[in-house]
């Protein structure tokens, strides 16, 4: 029972195709995020959703287009990629607690590699 | 912004030996995490801090947030090959609960 999943797990493909990311969490929780890791291993957020509504949009290029259809899923399409757009992305997923701290369940990461 | 800054960037250390990782915040830390990657897998959650002073340990991991609540530090007792991986501290945003922050991560090799 996985509690958060990302479909594919590696991704290889060419410059200018479109491709998406799956995300899904059987948690309940409120909030899912995506998180983009480069090549030195630093995590960066880029989206966050909370119950399907856009709350942090970070400065990413338009070709990234998240997707929340149901709160237990986040999706993440990128249009015409770049080469570096390479990297390992995360979804993560936490409890909406007012006020309050929380911790955050990550996936297993998507390994993207544009060629 | 926020700013987590961790060091030592990496670590080689001898099975066996102690070794301690720290991450400085720019701002008062209002919750600290403390997460695991192993190469190809994803972040594992080890410990979140939250008050001043306050001191967890899960098997030989031990971290500690300061009194100011602006530094943490993860204590590897007697490490083994299966410590090695890459650790990351993590924090909330301040005054914005949803935004969360990494530090950029410490690369710890164990040789056995």
């Known amino acids: 029972d996985t509690a958060v999943s990302q479909t594919p797990k590696y991704l290889v493909t060419q410059m200018g195709n479109d491709k998406s990311i799956k995300c899904e969490q059987n948690l309940g929780h409120d909030t899912m995020y995506w998180y983009k890791q480069d090549s030195k291993k630093f995590l960066k957020i880029m989206f966050s959703y909370n119950n399907k509504e856009l709350i942090i949009n970070e400065t990413v290029p338009n070709r990234f287009s998240p997707k929340s259809p149901d709160k237990a899923h986040l999706n993440l399409h990128i249009n015409s990629l770049e080469l570096g757009d390479s990297a390992v992305y995360f979804c993560a997923s936490s409890q909406d607690i007012l006020g309050g701290t929380y911790e955050q369940y990550f996936g297993p990461g998507t390994r993207l590699t544009v060629t | 912004s926020q700013e987590l800054e961790q060091s030592p960037q990496s670590l080689i250390v001898q099975e066996g030996k102690n070794l301690t990782i720290n991450c400085t915040s720019s701002k008062t830390l209002y919750g600290l995490y403390w997460y695991k990657q192993k190469y190809g897998e994803g972040l594992i959650f080890l410990m979140m801090?939250?008050?001043?002073?306050e001191e967890k340990s899960h098997e030989k991991i031990t971290a500690k947030l300061d009194e100011k609540k602006q530094q943490s530090s993860l204590h590897i007792t007697a490490s083994q090959p299966s410590h090695a991986g890459i650790y990351l501290c993590?924090?909330?945003?301040?005054?914005?609960?949803?935004?969360?922050?990494f530090g950029s991560g410490t690369k710890l090799n164990v040789k056995p």
């Open positions: 801090l939250q008050k001043g002073g």
């Open positions: 993590g924090a909330d945003g301040v005054g914005n609960f949803n935004k969360f922050y």
